[in-house]
């Protein structure tokens, strides 16, 4: 039996790794939990589970569930994330990595620390903290598994294969919200329209970030990092149906396809049972439905904040902190109403194109110029 401890176990992830956890009781424990932004499910999650830690936002809910839950240990605020993470470092602990934003970094360190194996949907700890997690694990005996349905479509597409005999990594997309209108039409798309994803259902900043396609950037920056591949043989296209999640080219011309319906559970499932593929809960695929699937060329000049990814990560050091500064702050902005959609892109390009690069920034660097470019964007709007 698997103990799990699982990082932002109220957002759309952690509530799908929570089903199959109840699908599953033999075979896996739920041992950990956070959640900051909704206490009231926390607490429900505490009572099913009776986990030995939680971590919650506030010492003023911390104090709640200590008084409720005696035997539990309670932490609180972001470093309680990485005490959940680094908890009990002698057992042989599964950590979900499910949370949204920088907040995911630091745990991910703590656990590979620890010797973890983590099941990692926190694109920016790779994005941000890529050069930092490469160095911790070459000391460590932690594995990072991906859960993002692309990256986990390549893991099970390169299985067993030499990755230099690959010619490229293809990543779909599906395009987003907006991807049949035309740029002067995106002057003036709601938030509202930018939340309505076609094909999956996803948290707001996942959803906006699919609208302006830089999530398709830092899938890129995330697959060069897990598979250890030049930036430059991984390529994106655009296929709407979101059937084909990932595809790997060989040398040989050969093409190896992971095809399922656009449902998460799958890569969790997946990840979970590793190294062992067992029944899923997750909806199974109709192969009648291969009859109409689409692909097409990505315009960059469509997508622009896709270039700004590849060349924050040719840049290298800090400018890729400044691309997922800019890029959340701009995101929460938007949210709120204070910008403008396009006006998203803007501000990461105008925040790239002023940053002084440092090459190999620290942790304590990383999250310096996190919160300065943040508290300059958000003064400035």
């Given at each position: 039996?698997?103990?799990?401890?699982?990082?932002?176990?109220?957002?759309?992830?952690?509530?799908?790794?929570?089903?199959?956890?109840?699908?599953?009781?033999?075979?896996?424990?739920?041992?950990?939990?956070?959640?900051?932004?909704?206490?009231?499910?926390?607490?429900?999650?505490?009572?099913?589970?009776?986990?030995?830690?939680?971590?919650?936002?506030?010492?003023?809910?911390?104090?709640?569930?200590?008084?409720?839950?005696?035997?539990?240990?309670?932490?609180?605020?972001?470093?309680?994330?990485?005490?959940?993470?680094?908890?009990?470092?002698?057992?042989?602990?599964?950590?979900?990595?499910?949370?949204?934003?920088?907040?995911?970094?630091?745990?991910?360190?703590?656990?590979?620390?620890?010797?973890?194996?983590?099941?990692?949907?926190?694109?920016?700890?790779?994005?941000?903290?890529?050069?930092?997690?490469?160095?911790?694990?070459?000391?460590?005996?932690?594995?990072?598994?991906?859960?993002?349905?692309?990256?986990?479509?390549?893991?099970?597409?390169?299985?067993?294969?030499d990755i230099n005999a690959v010619k490229r990594l293809i990543i779909t997309?599906?395009?987003?919200?907006?991807?049949?209108?035309?740029?002067?039409e995106l002057e003036t798309v709601s938030l509202e329209e930018a939340l309505n994803h076609p094909n999956w259902s996803m948290g707001a900043k996942i959803t906006i970030d699919s609208a302006t396609m830089i999530n398709k950037g830092f899938e890129i920056i995330e697959a060069a990092y897990l598979f250890d591949i030049d930036i430059d043989r991984i390529d994106t296209i655009m296929h709407r149906e979101s059937i084909i999640h990932s595809m790997v080219e060989f040398n040989d011309g050969s093409i190896i396809a992971q095809i399922a319906d656009h449902d998460m559970r799958l890569p969790i499932s997946y990840a979970l049972n590793y190294p062992l593929r067992k029944e899923s809960i997750a909806n199974k695929f109709d192969l009648i439905r291969l009859n109409d699937l689409h692909f097409e060329e990505i315009d960059i000049n469509r997508y622009p904040c896709l270039a700004y990814a590849k060349e924050a990560y040719h840049i290298g050091g800090s400018m890729r902190t400044v691309l997922n500064a800019a890029n959340e702050m701009a995101v929460e902005l938007f949210i709120e109403k204070r910008i403008s959609f396009l006006e998203i892109e803007r501000i990461i390009k105008k925040e790239m194109s002023n940053h002084q690069v440092i090459d190999f920034p620290s942790l304590e660097q990383i999250y310096e110029i996190d919160q300065e470019i943040k508290t300059r964007i958000n003064q400035e709007y």
């Open positions: 039996m698997k103990k799990i401890y699982l990082l932002g176990a109220t957002g759309s992830i952690g509530q799908q790794t929570i089903e199959i956890i109840r699908a599953n009781p033999y075979d896996f424990v739920l041992a950990g939990i956070s959640g900051f932004n909704n206490f009231e499910l926390v607490k429900k999650l505490a009572k099913e589970f009776e986990p030995e830690i939680v971590a919650v936002k506030t010492v003023e809910e911390a104090q709640i569930l200590m008084s409720e839950f005696r035997n539990m240990r309670v932490v609180y605020g972001e470093k309680g994330l990485e005490d959940l993470a680094g908890y009990h470092p002698y057992h042989d602990i599964v950590l979900v990595n499910a949370l949204v934003g920088m907040v995911g970094l630091k745990p991910t360190l703590k656990a590979i620390e620890t010797n973890r194996t983590i099941l990692l949907a926190n694109k920016e700890t790779l994005v941000v903290g890529g050069h930092l997690i490469r160095e911790k694990l070459k000391t460590s005996r932690a594995k990072i598994y991906p859960i993002d349905s692309e990256h986990n479509a390549l893991w099970q597409a390169l299985n067993g294969e997309a599906s395009g987003g919200a907006f991807r049949d209108k035309s740029r002067s």
